[in-house]
C-alpha cells in the first residue's frame, strides 16, 4: 500500500509536540490512527478533534518504558483495525544537566524512554510485521546523535544509541520491513520544560525562540517516510532550522 490514505498508523508520545503534529498530519492524508501517550486526558482531546475531522482513531495510555506499554498499542490496532501497517517510536524525554549534577534519575529516565522504549516497540510490533509480511518502522531519533555539546552527555548517548538500534534494525529487517528514522534538530516543542536548571533553561528558551522550526516540519519528514512506495525504505532524514549549526 503506496501513500497515506488507509494506513493504520501507531504513533507513541502523541499527545503533544511531534506525534501531535504527526498525527494530524497523517488524520488528514486519511490514515488509521492509533495514539499511545502517558498523558490520556491529552491524547482524548487529540482524538476528539481528530474525529470531527473524520478520521478513524483510537487511543491509549502508554508507557513506553514498561514492555507491556507498546505490546497495548500493538493489541489496539490489531483490535481496532485488524492490523498494523507503521509504528512511530516518537516517545522521547530530555532532562539535560551537566554530568556533574549526578542526576542519575533522569540519566535513567533517558535510558528508559530514548532507548528501550524503541526497543519495546520492537518487540511489540515485529512479529506482527513478520506474519503480515509487511510493516515499517519510523523512529524519532535526534540531531544529538550526530554531536553533543556541555550538558547533554547522557542525551546524546541515548539518541546516538537510538540511532544504531535502528540502523541494526533496518539490517536485519529483510525485504518486507522498512525502517526509518527522522532526525530533528531544534523544534518549537515543550522538550525543554523537563531542564532541571533554570538558567540553562532560560538559554535554551532563548536559543529555541530564536531560531527552532515548527514540530509540523518534522512531522512532514515523517509522512515522506511513510508515504513512499513498498519497495523504496527512506532510511534517515535530518530535519534541522537553517540556522542550527
Excluded at 533554570?198 to 508515504?227: G, S, Y
Aim: charged share 25%; proline share 4%; net charge negative.
Amino acid at each position: 500500500m503506496d501513500g497515506i490514505e488507509g494506513k493504520v498508523v501507531a504513533i507513541t508520545g502523541a499527545s503533544s509536540g511531534i506525534g501531535a503534529a504527526t498525527a494530524r498530519l497523517l488524520a488528514r492524508g486519511g490514515a488509521k490512527l492509533v495514539l499511545g501517550a502517558r498523558r490520556e486526558e491529552r491524547l482524548a482531546a487529540l482524538a476528539g478533534e481528530l474525529r470531527d475531522e473524520g478520521c478513524d482513531i483510537a487511543f491509549t495510555a502508554v508507557d513506553v518504558r514498561r514492555r507491556e506499554g507498546p505490546a497495548a498499542l500493538v493489541a489496539l490496532a490489531q483490535d481496532s483495525f485488524g492490523r498494523l501497517d507503521v509504528l512511530v517510536g516518537n516517545a522521547g524525554v530530555g532532562p539535560v544537566s551537566p554530568l556533574d549534577d549526578l542526576r542519575v534519575d533522569d540519566w535513567d529516565a533517558m535510558i528508559d524512554v530514548n532507548v528501550k522504549g524503541l526497543l519495546y516497540g520492537v518487540a511489540a510490533a515485529l512479529p506482527v510485521f513478520r506474519q503480515q509480511g509487511y510493516g515499517q518502522f519510523v523512529h524519532t531519533v535526534s540531531t544529538a546523535a550526530y554531536k553533543t555539546v556541555p550538558g547533554q552527555a547522557v542525551y546524546s548517548a541515548s539518541k546516538a544509541a537510538a540511532r544504531t538500534l535502528t540502523e541494526g534494525l533496518r539490517q536485519e529487517a529483510g525485504s518486507s520491513v522498512r525502517v526509518s528514522m527522522v532526525s530533528p534538530g531544534f523544534v518549537t516543542t515543550d522538550f525543554i520544560a523537563s531542564v532541571p536548571d533554570p538558567d540553562l533553561r532560560a538559554r535554551m528558551n532563548a536559543r529555541k525562540d530564536e531560531i527552532a522550526i515548527p514540530a509540523e516540519a518534522v512531522a512532514r519528514a515523517i509522512r515522506f517516510a511513510i508515504e513512499q512506495p513498498a519497495d523504496v525504505d527512506v532510511n534517515e532524514i535530518v530535519v534541522r532550522p537553517t540556522a542550527q549549526g
